[in-house]
């Protein structure tokens, strides 16, 4: 392992002004999206959308410094036949690779969930890096309801994303630590950052255990959010101030960048969370963004499967690009959205 190497690369996936596409959906969740718009998931739509957004040269070269692939795209061929993963690296954005394999049942926890895909995925590393994947992600879900997350649902899911952390970096592959905390339920946003916490600092302490070097990962984190169905919704600057007490509790200072999910909040909440921890630094580590909805959900609107639609499927795209981009530095301002709309 050139930790050195690993520690580049994770600092420049989290550096200031640019963050991550998550555009790594699986085979199922694209679907669920095309859906909305009305768009058969063939493998050709999958491709043309794909390549409409990594094509989109404004986004791609000042705003994304890497994007999350799903395995059929990192093999995938823009329609002039250019291998789609060349696209990104031609834009100076570096490619990474959603590595694990969705989640099952956990066993003796109902409703709970374990994430999966540990097994040869020592091997599958190695083709991805040969491919040139310089990153990876895995997301394990944590929901919150009655009587849950139970400590067994918490354990087994940060002892397996140490175990594909380990696996990253002995195979030079940038690990994305994604310990997700899901805002579907009604809890308050108190009730959430008690979990994350409890998440966050069992994560680590599985990391340390199995020797992963912090200085070459970045973590992907939800914020501390009120649930969606809770009567109670907090403030941006509530958001923004728990979430950076709770990461500043739990995120040691060697970890170079922490890159938010968007997990369900609008695309325009998602900035101004963002944008709002940025006045609250100076900060230990890179903070930036590694959305999928948050930054897709307007393109997919704009393009709705039609060719004649790219231009304006790449507009939408750099517009929110380089809105999170300016909350990744703490200048953006709501002003900016009604300039463009
Ligand atoms: P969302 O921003 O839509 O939550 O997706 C990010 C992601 O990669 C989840 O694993």
Same mark, same amino acid.
């Not at 009655?146 to 139970?150: A, D, L, M, Q």
């Not at 995120?251 to 970890?255: I, K, S, T």
């Given at each position: 392992m050139n930790l050195t190497e690993l520690n580049r690369i994770a600092t420049a996936m989290v550096v200031s002004g640019k963050g991550i596409l998550a555009?790594?959906?699986s085979s199922g969740t694209i679907k669920k999206r095309f859906d909305a718009i009305g768009v058969d998931s063939t493998e050709d739509n999958r491709r043309d959308y794909r390549e409409m957004l990594f094509r989109s040269r404004e986004a791609m070269s000042q705003y994304i410094s890497g994007v999350i692939l799903y395995d059929e795209t990192i093999w995938q061929d823009a329609k002039d036949g250019t291998p789609l993963i060349r696209l990104i690296e031609q834009s100076g954005a570096i490619p990474g690779i959603k590595v694990d394999e969705g989640t099952q049942a956990l066993p003796m926890c109902p409703g709970e969930l374990v994430t999966v895909g540990l097994d040869k995925l020592a091997e599958r590393l190695k083709k991805y890096y040969e491919r040139g994947a310089r990153f990876a992600k895995w997301r394990a879900v944590i929901d919150i309801g009655?009587?849950?997350?139970?400590m067994t649902a918490i354990s087994v899911n940060a002892h397996a994303l140490a175990r594909y952390a380990a696996l990253c970096q002995a195979a030079q592959i940038v690990p994305i630590v994604e310990p997700e905390v899901l805002m579907d339920g009604d809890h308050d946003i108190d009730r959430c950052y008690e979990v994350t916490t409890r998440v966050l600092n069992k994560t680590f302490q599985e990391l340390r255990v199995q020797r992963v070097a912090l200085e070459g990962m970045v973590l992907k984190p939800n914020m501390a959010i009120s649930g969606k169905k809770c009567a109670k919704q907090a403030s941006v600057e509530e958001v923004a101030e728990k979430t950076i007490r709770l990461l500043r509790a739990c995120?040691?200072?060697?970890?170079p960048g922490i890159a938010f999910l968007s997990g369900g909040q609008s695309d325009e909440e998602a900035t101004a969370h963002l944008n709002a921890m940025h %006045?609250?630094?100076?900060?230990?580590w890179g903070l930036t963004f590694s959305y999928g909805r948050a930054l897709q959900a307007a393109p997919q609107k704009a393009w709705?499967? %039609?060719?004649?639609n790219v231009a304006a499927g790449q507009t939408a795209f750099s517009h929110r690009a380089r809105m999170n981009g300016l909350a990744s530095k703490g200048e953006w301002q709501s002003s900016l959205e009604k300039k463009a709309a």
């Open positions: 555009a790594d959906e009655s009587g849950i997350p139970s995120v040691p200072a060697a970890v %006045k609250l630094g100076p900060l230990p709705s499967g %039609k060719a004649e």
